[in-house]
């Protein structure tokens, strides 16, 4: 591996060992979001992906990560991120539920998160779903060759005010909690924050490797972190979304490591 400014990046070969353990985490996250449905406990839904990684010869990136107890992070509703899978915690019709997961497939890890609207939601939690996925997707276009790190940061949060105005919604943005360089670790440098002004931090070069992960609420972007330590909400109980893929720089444009994998007939 070299170094890419002060970012690590990466061979072409290593970028096909994360996009193999990438692909692990994309079969897992779809088919948590099939069985996500209500009456279904999230650690149901955690012991269902713990299961699909290690059938895949992958280890849960999360188990055990600074004592973590679960296999994914399943946060509901006013949830923003780190939710502890819980048989407590039953899915009910209209929930929002954001799912992390991650997997380690000899030694490199994959990263990445979807929000699950179980059963009907309502028509601001769809929106607000949508804003943060398509500030995902703002933050990926702009992972280019020769791009500096807030450029991905701006384009997330200029994607976040224009559907601000589009869905006449004020969406909290997070600003504690953003993504981080990923590879032999899951979370390396640099901290990539999801708003701030472009042209700053390190240049992108071909092999570098990041989880982009914006998290929108539908109200105050104030956060809390519950007793347990882990589970952060928001302080004034709005929803939240969370979408993540983990990314790489290269030198024919982004290339999403946890994206599903192309259908042959398509």
Same mark, same amino acid.
């Given at each position: 591996m070299r170094r890419g400014g002060s970012i /690590? #990046?990466?061979s072409r070969g290593e970028l096909e060992a994360m996009r193999a353990a990438g692909l692990i985490v994309s079969r897992t996250l779809a088919a948590v979001t099939d069985a *996500? &449905?209500?009456?279904? =406990?999230t650690l149901e839904l955690d012991a269902l992906a713990e299961q699909l990684i290690r059938d895949a010869d992958a280890v849960p990136s999360f188990k055990g990560y600074h004592g973590f107890?679960?296999?994914i992070c399943a946060s509901v509703n006013d949830q923003i991120?780190?939710?502890i899978p819980s048989s407590e915690l039953v899915l009910a019709d209209g929930d929002l539920l954001s799912v992390d997961c991650g997997a380690i497939l000899e030694g490199w890890h994959g990263d990445s998160a979807v929000t699950i609207s179980v059963g009907d939601v309502s /028509?601001?939690?769809r929106k607000l779903s949508a804003a943060t &996925? =398509? *500030?995902m997707q703002a933050g990926i276009d702009a992972a280019l060759l020769g791009a500096r790190l807030t450029d991905i940061s701006h384009a997330i949060e200029m994607e976040a005010? !224009? !559907?601000i105005l589009e869905d006449d919604i004020e969406y909290g943005m997070i600003e504690e909690y953003g993504g981080h360089g990923i590879g032999r670790e899951m979370h390396m440098e640099p901290f990539l924050p999801n708003l701030g002004k472009p042209g700053r931090g390190p240049e992108l070069r071909p092999g570098v490797t990041l989880a982009i992960e914006p998290m929108l609420t539908g109200g105050s972007s104030g956060t809390v972190e519950l007793d347990d330590g882990w589970t952060v909400i928001t302080d004034d109980g709005s929803r *939240? #979304?969370?979408w993540e893929h983990t990314v790489a720089v290269t030198e024919e444009g982004p290339w999403v490591l946890t994206a599903p994998e192309a259908d042959p007939a398509e």
């Open positions: /690590e #990046a990466k *996500a &449905k209500p009456g279904v =406990s107890p679960g296999s991120v780190h939710g /028509e601001p939690d &996925k =398509s *500030a005010l !224009r !559907r *939240a #979304a969370h």
